[in-house]
T-cell receptor
């Protein structure tokens, strides 16, 4: 069974601080995705990383896929209150099944 | 663009009742999935489909049935509701591009309470 461990589970920081969220597994994933979810809404896809070692940037957000494709990180620079939400990583296994395994999520609170 | 539409948004069931959660997508996506979200547990896969007529079980399939007769629709049926099925249910659809992985679009969820 593939598992994704996300850490930390909760993060409360001041506006302007930097933070990193980690997503780790003992399994290899063919791709890994990061989502952001706001209360009462479904998750919204931020990025998909496919290649080991890949780094993608989305404004102040930097996503990295580990060389072995077993882990990933999300780094936010100079967090803003609008970054508050639940961040979820999700991994896709091998084969063309469309199945995603989700981590437990990281609840981020950015205080003004 | 409607994306993924889930109905109803809220539902209260009595133990033992059955119901169907509806999900429709208008993006011609081949992949569709149902997840449930419970506090502290992320999203857990209930059932998924790789195309019309093809479905398979996810991590937590017991007590749920699905079918996919068309590309657009993927209803989830609760056979005999139990309090343990109180949760938020999300339907999602995705494309698949070689070398680019998947791009899932989620519906806004159905909040189900079983009393």
């Amino acid at each position: 069974t593939q598992l994704l461990e996300q850490s930390p589970q909760f993060l409360s920081i001041q506006e302007g601080e930097n933070l990193t969220v980690y997503c780790n597994s003992s399994s290899v994933f063919s791709s890994l995705q990061w989502y952001r979810q706001e209360p009462g809404e479904g998750p919204v896809l931020l990025v998909t990383v496919v290649t080991g070692g890949e780094v993608k940037k989305l404004k102040r957000l930097t996503f990295q896929f580990g060389d072995a494709r077993k882990d990933s990180s999300l780094h936010i620079t100079a967090a803003q209150t609008g970054d508050t939400g639940l961040y979820l990583c999700a991994g896709a296994g091998s084969g063309n099944t469309g199945k995603l395994i989700f981590g437990q999520g990281t609840t981020l609170q950015v205080k003004p | 663009n409607a994306g993924v539409t889930q109905t109803p948004k809220f539902q209260v069931l009595k133990t033992g009742q059955s119901m169907t959660l509806q999900c429709a997508q208008d993006m011609n996506h081949e992949y569709m999935s149902w997840y449930r979200q419970d506090p502290g547990m992320g999203l857990r896969l209930i059932h998924y489909s790789v195309g019309a007529g093809i479905t398979d079980q996810g991590e937590v399939p017991n007590g749920y049935n699905v079918s996919r007769s068309t590309t657009e629709d993927f209803p989830l049926r609760l056979l005999s509701a139990a309090p343990s099925q109180t949760s938020v249910y999300f339907c999602a659809s995705s494309y698949s591009l070689p070398g680019a992985g998947y791009g899932y679009t989620f519906g806004s969820g159905t909040r189900l309470t079983v009393v």
